[in-house]
């Protein structure tokens, strides 16, 4: 029975690691996402970040703009609004 333990939890180990390396990074394409990155893009009125999440390894943001929910894709290098900017250059 002892034999048996070891190989087991090693296997276990093995099963379980790419789904344990794979949550820890989930998430990564919001991480450094905050205005100030999106304003470095386009120009953004005041607005507040109700929620970010990531969607196919890009950032969804929803903005509050006075009142109005605005979503918004974002990486660190680009935001996508109907429209790509890019250092504050419409790219699309």
Do not use: R, W
């Amino acid at each position: 029975m002892k034999k048996l333990l070891l190989p087991t939890a090693i296997a276990a180990v093995m099963l379980f690691l790419p789904i344990i390396s794979q949550a820890d990074q989930s998430g990564q394409a919001c991480k450094d996402i905050t205005l100030a990155v999106m304003q470095t893009h386009v120009p953004i009125p005041p607005a507040s970040i109700l929620s970010k999440h990531e969607v196919n390894g890009v950032c969804e943001v929803i903005l509050d703009i006075n009142g109005q929910y605005v979503p918004v894709y974002a990486g660190k290098n680009f935001i996508i609004a109907g429209e790509m900017f890019q250092d504050k250059k419409q790219i699309t």
